[in-house]
């Protein structure tokens, strides 16, 4: 099973500065006959389901603001918020769907600096 | 638009039995795979079952394999989830949701239920 493991657990960043959050998966999510990289990002905010950021590991969802951005091949990748805004904060989770057990990472709290 | 609205949880007793619905809308439920993924207070999101589009193919997470069934029934839009043997470890909020591409199970999750709370305690 792939295991996902993110970094750091959490993050306090200032409002208007950049936040990173990183993934990374015990086996490659890249699946060479499409060059397609099997992984995601949700944004979890307190009693809300998880909505989706980003996947393919770099494609914006409709919707999503486009300070938000996805980066990263193979086994490492990071979700990057280029201005933090005060509705940013939320726990943020990765998600492998290239093979089964699809698997989540443990997820990223982001807070106001 | 699209809605899952999921129903059915509650307080029950270790060894009980639960059946979770999620009721969608706003696409073409019978064409498409449909998911729960559960979440225990304070934590992260775990994977439970999958289901394809005409209910033909299932799969479960080992921790719920012979005790969960998931199934659909197209005619109504709803997907259920058979919770039978449960135990305090299932205490989660189980969230239905749709996968982004309605072919396959390799796809991340569009839309997702607001959850239902599972309570497993004596």
């Known amino acids: 099973d792939i295991v996902m493991t993110q970094s750091p657990d959490s993050l306090a960043v200032s409002l208007g500065e950049r936040a990173t959050i990183n993934c990374k998966s015990s086996q490659s999510v890249l699946y060479s006959s499409n060059n397609k990289n099997y992984l995601g990002w949700y944004q979890q905010k307190p009693g809300q389901p998880p909505k989706l950021l980003i996947y393919?590991?770099?494609t914006r969802e409709s919707g999503v603001p486009d300070r938000f951005s996805g980066s990263g091949s193979g086994t490492d990748f990071t979700l990057t918020i280029s201005s933090l805004q005060a509705e940013d904060v939320a726990v943020y989770y990765c998600h492998q769907y290239y093979t089964s057990p699809i698997a989540f990472g443990q997820g990223t709290r982001l807070e106001i600096k | 638009e699209v809605q899952l609205v999921e129903s059915g949880g509650g307080l029950v007793q270790p060894g009980g039995s639960l059946r979770l619905s999620c009721g969608a809308s706003?696409?073409?439920?019978?064409?498409?795979?449909m998911y729960w993924v559960r979440q225990a207070p304070g934590k992260g999101l775990v994977w439970v079952s999958r289901?394809?589009?005409?209910?033909?193919?299932?799969s479960y997470a080992d921790s719920v394999k012979g005790r969960f069934t998931i199934s659909r029934d197209n005619a109504k839009n709803t997907l259920y989830l058979q919770m039978n043997s449960l135990r305090a470890e299932d205490t989660a909020v189980y969230y239905c949701?749709?996968?982004?591409?309605?072919?396959?199970?390799?796809?991340?999750?569009?839309?997702w239920g607001q959850g239902t709370l599972v309570t497993v305690s004596s």
């Open positions: 706003g696409f073409t439920f019978s064409n498409n795979w």
């Open positions: 949701a749709k996968t982004r591409d309605s072919t396959t199970y390799y796809s991340p999750f569009d839309y």
């Open positions: 393919w590991a770099s």
């Open positions: 289901i394809k589009g005409d209910g033909s193919t299932t």
